[in-house]
């Protein structure tokens, strides 16, 4: 269930109320008010999403405009979805719904994301800031806008896609404070896992990582979940791996899986400043203690290491028929 959906059941929410007062439209520059994605922490953590805009305010005109536009496409596409979940909430509360207005002004915010766009297109100067709390404000010409997820806790995971969008695009090794190129990580080669029999039992072992099942029935879909649990284990690995050769730091003792909704992806916060990463994990989504399980081992490979061994009980995670 949506944040939308459960807090419409008292229509009054606070968290409501401060959504829908953060449109407003002041002396004809768009601003849209919203809070900071994640506040900075204490010893003044900068996220690679803020290191890239900071690069960028500085950085060649057509550069600077393209990542804009990334941010500003991005942000319209935000707020269509969240206009159309405000009107499919109305429908089932009633014509006297508010969200019907509700809707109606998110939908007109976006309307005016492509003449932004357009002025892009036609070369107005573009400006890139960190406002406040290291929020993101684009300058089009006369007009501002402060970048910002209409759900806060997506925020990050917003951040990461248009990055993600941008440096397709660019390369981003300029970003970096490290010389050498590094390359985006991309999905893991097919794994094979190796197999190992007995008298009562079968065990699948990858690089360190077992999983035993205790039954040979099925023996095929015990195959499909091995693989697609070493595949999600290394998927995250590289990234990780990845993102610390980007200097994120990562705080491995707060990492936590969460869903995105109407997405496919699990998005992982890894840092107190807002770092965040999109992964299709959904074997680890489902089981906090399975991913705790394997983590250390995820954290000693993303580090260049080995050594640790991970043993999992196919039974323990309900994957085995009875």
Not at 48 to 75: C, G, I, K
Not at 215 to 229: G, Y
Not at 265 to 294: C, I, K, W
Request: aromatic share 8%; hydrophobic share 45%.
């Amino acid at each position: 269930m949506s944040i939308v959906r459960s807090v419409h059941r008292g229509r009054q929410s606070s968290w409501w109320r401060l959504l829908s007062s953060r449109l407003l439209v002041w002396g004809g520059a768009m601003i849209l008010v919203g809070l900071a994605p994640t506040a900075v922490s204490d010893v003044g953590q900068v996220t690679r999403f803020q290191r890239t805009v900071e690069y960028l305010a500085d950085a060649a005109p057509e550069l600077r405009s393209d990542f804009a536009a990334t941010a500003l496409s991005s942000l319209a596409s935000a707020y269509v979805a969240e206009a159309r979940l405000a009107r499919e909430d109305a429908r089932r509360a009633g014509r006297g719904s508010h969200l019907w207005a509700w809707s109606a002004r998110v939908d007109h915010y976006a309307s005016q994301m492509p003449l932004l766009l357009d002025d892009i297109a036609l070369g107005f100067p573009v400006r890139l800031t960190l406002e406040g709390e290291k929020s993101l404000a684009i300058m089009v010409g006369d007009r501002t806008v402060i970048l910002s997820h209409p759900r806060l806790y997506e925020q990050g995971a917003f951040e990461q896609a248009i990055l993600a969008a941008f440096c397709a695009r660019h390369s981003c090794k300029q970003f970096s404070p490290q010389s050498a190129a590094v390359p985006i990580p991309v999905s893991t080669v097919q794994i094979r896992p190796n197999w190992t029999f007995t008298a009562q039992k079968w065990f699948c072992t990858y690089r360190g990582i077992t999983v035993r099942f205790n039954s040979e029935q099925n023996m095929a879909n015990s195959r499909l979940i091995c693989e697609q649990l070493m595949q999600e284990v290394m998927t995250l690995t590289d990234e990780l791996a990845w993102q610390q050769r980007q200097a994120v730091v990562i705080e491995w003792d707060q990492l936590a899986l969460q869903a995105t909704p109407h997405r496919p992806e699990h998005m992982l916060q890894l840092n107190a400043g807002g770092d965040t990463v999109l992964v299709t994990v959904p074997m680890l989504y489902r089981s906090a203690a399975l991913f705790g399980q394997v983590l250390p081992w995820i954290r000693e490979r993303a580090s260049g290491q080995e050594g640790v061994s991970v043993d999992l009980d196919a039974d323990h995670y309900g994957w085995q028929e009875p």
